[in-house]
């Protein structure tokens, strides 16, 4: 009698565990998606896997996130390459470029690709952090930056490169220049757009597709729009029914 007893036990306890494991699933969840609040002691932890609090890594913070994804600045509208007049000797390129808008951070040059060139002309690309948001267009962003030619790399030149265009110094030292000679659509707002071969160059009050930026994306009243992948250096207008521009933005 007593075995059989202790046989409906166990089996009642058995039948039981699920909600007893389901029910501490529950409250450990609670734990942890409802923090402490401020200023209460700390629970009390023991267990294996169990760290102090200074053991434990800490949160993420806006010093530690991943920054954003560096692209090539629109256009390189100077190059100059000057020797230091002190030791070591090095060569400092120094590079002036446009961004499409405001908001766009850390611009810098890097290397194109890894090794010496064959021509000993050192292609580098003009890159920044772009805004993470689509900005109005208000008009070009000049930014600049500065690398620097170490000796004994048989360097005598540098090619830099945007996302529109290239500008290359071939003598050290020397310099180049190159002036964009493209609407920025800051005043595009309000004015008429005339496809492209469709206006005279005297046109008044219009804003010719030939003037803009090379990447252009143009959405007509009666367009529907679609996703795609988001290119700060690309332009988009958008249009009413007389083609009027209602809005310019760089995605």
């Known amino acids: 009698m007593r075995t059989i007893v202790r046989l409906l036990a166990i089996l009642s306890l058995a039948g039981a565990m699920p909600w007893i494991m389901a029910g501490s699933a529950v409250a450990q969840n609670q734990a942890e998606t409802h923090p402490a609040t401020p200023g209460a002691s700390p629970p009390s932890h023991s267990g294996p896997g169990w760290a102090p609090d200074e053991e434990q890594a800490p949160a993420a913070t806006p010093e530690t996130a991943t920054p954003g994804t560096e692209l090539p600045v629109l256009h390189v509208t100077g190059v100059e390459i000057l020797r230091a007049t002190t030791q070591p000797e090095l060569a400092i390129v120094r590079v002036i470029g446009l961004v499409s808008s405001e908001g766009w951070g850390e611009p810098e040059l890097v290397p194109t690709y890894a090794g010496k060139p064959a021509d000993g002309v050192l292609d580098l690309q003009m890159i920044a952090t772009p805004p993470e948001s689509s900005e109005d267009a208000t008009g070009f962003a000049e930014v600049s930056a500065i690398f ?72 007509k009243a009666t367009d529907g729009i679609r996703g795609g992948v988001r290119d700060p250096n690309r332009l988009t207008l958008i249009l009413g029914d007389d083609n009027t521009i209602l809005g310019a933005f760089w995605e």
């Open 148 to 219: 620097a030619l170490e000796p004994g790399q048989n360097i005598k030149g540098v090619r830099v490169r945007g996302s529109d265009n290239a500008v290359a110094v071939k003598e050290i030292p020397g310099s180049a220049h190159q002036a964009l000679h493209v609407e920025d659509c800051g005043n595009c707002v309000g004015k008429k757009f005339v496809p492209e071969g469709s206006a005279a160059q005297s046109q008044q009050g219009a804003i010719r597709q030939e003037d803009l930026p090379k990447q252009l994306r143009v959405i």
